[in-house]
């Protein structure tokens, strides 16, 4: 009888942390996209089949650093067994990753190279902005609320992105 609460409450855990691997690579993604060179006339900058590879190869990249730290983790404080709740979470993470990765392609392959960065850079702050959305319906906030809530989680994901940045010497 015990054994339903605990599936949901994995799933919920699992949930969670797809979440948050999406909206730290959304992050990692549109700092990227920041640092990015502009001036497709130029030559310069980074568009079309380069975007992708960007796009997938910080995905991966982040990703297996996540799931190596994950499993690190695991294994230390669990004796040295991985359970299968653990590995459910893992895979939900590098689900999580490969959805925000997936979605962030789509505009590349549709827009024009002059404007690829631009109009893909929209999808990981729109990614967040949902995010927020769901965090202040879950609180019970109306939806007027819950849409001001979606801001600050967008204008908070641009401040820490651009701090990132900042930081890096971008």
């Not at 799933?11 to 990227?32: F, G, H, K, P």
């Not at 190596?68 to 459910?88: H, I, M, P, Q």
């Amino acid at each position: 009888m015990n054994a339903a609460p605990d599936l949901e409450d994995d799933r919920i855990d699992a949930l969670r942390e797809a979440m948050t691997m999406a909206l730290y690579l959304s992050i990692v993604l549109l700092a990227t996209f920041a640092a990015l060179p502009a001036g497709e006339g130029s030559g310069e900058g980074v568009h079309g089949l380069g975007l992708v590879g960007l796009i997938w190869g910080t995905s991966i990249g982040l990703a297996l650093a996540h799931w190596f730290a994950f499993r690190l983790t695991v294994e230390a404080f669990s004796g040295g067994v991985v359970s299968d709740k653990d590995l459910r979470i893992g895979l939900a993470q590098l689900a999580g990753a490969a959805v925000v990765a997936t979605l962030c392609t789509i505009p590349v392959l549709v827009a024009s190279d002059a404007a690829d960065v631009q109009v893909t850079a929209f999808v990981p702050a729109l990614l967040i902005g949902i995010a927020g959305y769901l965090v202040g319906r879950s609180g019970k906030r109306s939806r007027l609320r819950s849409i001001v809530v979606g801001a600050i989680a967008i204008y908070l994901g641009l401040a820490v992105a651009a701090l990132k940045n900042f930081l890096a010497g971008h």
